[in-house]
């Protein structure tokens, strides 16, 4: 009984010992504020937007995001049909060989140049476009690095590919 007596009491001692520190209170409460903001505002920076054309070009060969969830959107800003025209993007795993990979998608014709045998190879894409339309994706990268994105139309690859830069 006695001793149940002392650890108890020590265990209140030390309750009150935190309480009287009197910054512990406080101090929780910042970090509940600080954990509520940040998964915001990386949503924000995690939202990717590139356009193509009908230039058979991207705006831009390099996006930049962090590990997580992240949203692509793509952009066919060109008036060309899909047959003649078409633009995806394929985001591919770290070291896949870029152009094995295109020369299996120019087949897949009847999958939007998404070769079946290939997707393992493949982190995300996006629907195959024509002018004026658009797609968006979500995805989640959790390993850091560079990733290799195309377009796998046949001979939109010369042109059409960049990096996207995972920190
Ligand atoms: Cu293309």
New binding site residues.
Partial sequence: MKRIFKVTFLALAATFALQSCGGKTEKTEDTTTTEELYPAEEAVANELTID?NDA?QYSTNELRAKTGEITLTLHHTGKMEKTV????LVILKMGTDINAFGAKAAEAKDNDYIPASEEGAIVAHTKLLGGGESDTVTFTISEPGTYDYI?S?PG?LAL?KGKLIVE
């Fill in positions: 193509s058979m025209m078409g633009h995806n377009c139309f939109h059409m």
